[in-house]
């Protein structure tokens, strides 16, 4: 099963930009559905953003416009950037995988925190 590193969070102001990375130990080649999911603490995890193998991708409402999902297959990673930064995005944002056979993994998370 594949390990995810998630990098990338940090503390930026109202505005700035952040892009986070997830890098996975083996080749993401039959990763069927790659995804950003954000938990903010007393509440339940939420999606972000997906991308499919198929390029087709999916935005929470309160992302859309701002955020962007990419995958760069030779590095095994996947990236979430993040412009126009809300305090309302402040969370600790977690990577997922979901494979053609269709086990999951996740990565440990990354903080966010977004200044006003």
């Known amino acids: 099963q594949v390990q995810l590193v998630e990098s990338g969070g940090g503390l930026v102001h109202t505005g700035e930009s952040l892009r986070l990375s997830c890098a996975a130990s083996?080749?993401?080649?039959?990763?069927?559905?790659m995804g950003w999911y954000r938990r903010v603490p007393g509440n339940q995890r939420e999606l972000v953003a997906s991308l499919t193998r198929d390029g087709i991708t999916v935005y929470a409402d309160a992302v859309k416009g701002r955020f962007t999902i990419s995958r760069e297959a030779a590095k095994n990673t996947v990236y979430l950037q993040m412009n126009s930064l809300h305090a309302e995005d402040t969370a600790v944002y977690y990577c997922?995988?979901?494979?053609?056979?269709?086990?999951?993994?996740w990565g440990q998370g990354t903080q966010v925190t977004v200044s006003s």
């Open positions: 083996t080749s993401i080649f039959n990763i069927a559905v």
């Open positions: 997922k995988v979901v494979a053609e056979q269709g086990w999951a993994a």
